[in-house]
């Protein structure tokens, strides 16, 4: 009965906090200023939004892609879209000059495999994002954000929208493959935001405050501390996220401040505020108001987790508040949660039968050669998780296998040419493409099937050499990556790409060579050492193992990284961008020109004008 009393979609939530002044947004920009709407204010803002939208000739149903560095104005717009009936397509936002081409390249295929119809964007970005229309056909207009996000004018019609309905288009990091655009529909973000806020967290509005620094244009930072939260209702601070990068330890210090209870991050992230904090910041610190500070989006550490307690224990940090949690944007965000108000769990394993029998056996107090894994907890009521062996049947606890995922926050599929999906969605299930197991009712995730490492029939796991590796002092921990190339007999063989710190390589590549050997017994082929942000990353930070591999084969991994030319450089390539930019939008003009009259003619016959 409970059910069927909740409202059906996105849409719908958001009305019911027309009036609603209690919880809201604040927002934080680098100069410390913090300014707070309230969800009443920001359902205005996206009611005026969604009238503008309808207004430059969008419909109900078509794509458009959010390029809205703003979080303020990326979430108005967001809304108002949706209120609109137009599916939006978050985007990220171009970072460094060096890179600009590549930016407009791939965000051309993403809004040619989104289909989208428009894009809004602020004047700045629109200034040089023209060259995007010389191969994503179908986009017809940029329309500058300062104009549309927030207008007021035509009064607000609301747009009828079902469950069944695409409510937005996610597209996948991209960390073991093609970025793919995942249709989530309202039915899918409201069973998975209800799952989250009533069952995961628990989250009481009178007491409860999020805080974020995660990109908007990633699941985790757009569902989880975006969407969400209207569920509950509760309040959100919301961090740029070149705030943490440039500062991590203001995440921790925005916590304090605000003193929020709930934070999620990827293990990365904290790994690193855990190796930067110093004893004055821990003393300064009272971080007891933190109930929940979830670990997800990449494979977690269970060195990283304990480090972290360890170092933040005298600030006040519970012992209960780390929350390992798994997902993915084809589950809509979250599959499971480790249980609230009890301690993350690790599982020590026998090395050698994981690597030779694809079993989780616990390993004896003195086994010198274990694996570590950290439970990701369990999974959501009306959903299913199942563990897979190559041929699809289900293995008991304790095996290895692929995970596969069923209930209604799986997604119904991908969209666009790259959508692929038949080894995705199979039968109502959503095969995972992630290794784990299943120990005592909770889920445990060992890897990627695309990343495993096999040598010598044996299976490594290459998150557990990549945690070895980084503990080596002058690698910087986080920015390694292993994998194999094949041999010459027919064998595969090791290879490890680290980013460094150190002058001195050749000492160097032979410690990190001597740790693989002594802990996994693993010859090592060929240690590659890099400079700082050399290493393909996603946009959310996630290391890409698979473009690594293709980029050393190709012999081109040391050029991965940014290029430093001086501010001359910088700027020339900027002033050359705008002039192609300015090309593409005069073409690009007077295709929807010629377009215009060729379609007048056709419904007009001979053109009397």
């Not at 039915?187 to 409860?208: F, H, M, Q, S, T």
């Not at 002033?575 to 007048?600: G, P, W």
Request: proline residues 6%.
């Amino acid at each position: 009965m409970e059910d069927r009393q909740q409202p059906g979609t996105v849409c719908d939530v958001l009305l019911t906090l027309e009036s609603h002044q209690q919880h809201g947004y604040t927002f934080l920009d680098h100069d410390g200023q913090e300014i707070r709407h309230s969800f009443s204010e920001i359902v205005a803002e996206a009611k005026a939004t969604a009238a503008a939208l309808r207004t430059q000739g969008l419909e109900r149903g078509d794509r458009l892609a959010l390029i809205v560095p703003s979080a303020h104005d990326f979430v108005v717009g967001f809304f108002g879209a949706l209120l609109a009936g137009v599916v939006p397509v978050p985007l990220y936002p171009p970072f460094a000059l060096g890179r600009l081409e590549f930016y407009l390249e791939s965000t051309a295929t993403l809004l040619r495999d989104a289909g989208a119809r428009m894009v809004v964007t602020p004047r700045r970005i629109r200034r040089i994002l023209w060259p995007v229309t010389e191969t994503a056909k179908r986009l017809e207009r940029i329309l500058a954000a300062e104009t549309v996000i927030g207008a007021r004018g035509e009064p607000f019609v609301p747009s009828p929208v079902a469950p069944e309905d695409i409510a937005f288009i996610q597209f996948t990091s991209g960390a073991t493959q093609v970025s793919r655009g995942v249709a989530v529909t309202h039915g899918n973000l409201v069973a998975n935001c209800r799952c989250i806020i009533k069952e995961g967290l628990v989250v009481d509005p009178e007491k409860d405050k999020g805080l974020t620094w995660l990109p908007l244009y990633h699941d985790m930072g757009l569902i989880g501390f975006v969407i969400a939260p209207l569920f509950a209702p509760a309040s959100i601070v919301i961090m740029p996220p070149t705030m943490f990068l440039r500062r991590p330890l203001q995440w921790l210090d925005m916590i304090h401040r605000h003193r929020a209870t709930v934070t999620f991050a990827p293990n990365f992230a904290y790994a690193l505020v855990t190796n930067r904090a110093t004893i004055a910041h821990v003393e300064r610190w009272d971080l007891s108001c933190l109930r929940v500070a979830g670990c997800g989006a990449e494979p977690i550490s269970a060195q990283t987790l304990e480090a972290f307690e360890q170092r933040f224990a005298p600030a006040g940090l519970r012992k209960d508040a780390l929350l390992p949690s798994y997902g993915m944007a084809e589950a809509t965000l979250s599959i499971s949660f480790k249980p609230l108000a009890t301690r993350w769990r690790k599982d020590v394993v026998d090395g050698p039968i994981f690597r030779e029998e694809g079993r989780a056996v616990p390993a004896p107090a003195c086994a010198e050669d274990t694996i570590e894994f950290v439970s990701c907890g369990r999974w959501f009521r009306h959903h299913d998780v199942r563990i897979l062996d190559e041929a699809g049947a289900p293995l008991p606890d304790r095996n290895v296998g692929e995970i596969a995922f069923s209930g209604p926050s799986v997604t119904p599929g991908y969209q666009g040419s790259r959508s692929g999906g038949s080894d995705t969605y199979r039968g109502g299930w959503l095969h995972t493409g992630d290794l784990g197991y299943v120990a005592g009712g909770e889920l445990f995730v060992s890897g990627r099937k695309k990343d495993l490492i096999v040598i010598n029939g044996r299976n490594y796991l290459p998150e557990a050499i990549e945690w070895a590796v980084g503990d080596i002092p002058g690698v910087r921990r986080g920015n390694v990556v292993a994998f194999s190339r094949p041999g010459n007999r027919g064998t595969e063989e090791l290879v490890l790409a680290c980013e460094v710190r150190s002058s001195d390589h050749e000492a160097l590549a032979k410690s990190i060579a001597a740790r693989v050997t002594e802990t996994f017994g693993l010859p090592v082929a060929d240690v590659v050492l890099l400079a700082p942000r050399t290493l393909p990353k996603t946009t959310s930070g996630k290391m890409q193992r698979r473009k690594a591999r293709e980029l050393y084969i190709e012999g081109g991994l040391a050029e991965t990284g940014p290029r430093r030319g001086g501010h001359d450089v910088a700027l020339s390539r900027l002033v050359a961008l705008r002039m192609r930019a300015m090309v593409s939008r005069v073409r690009h003009t007077t295709r929807r020109v010629l377009r215009s009259d060729e379609l007048y003619r056709d419904r007009n016959g001979n053109d009397s004008r």
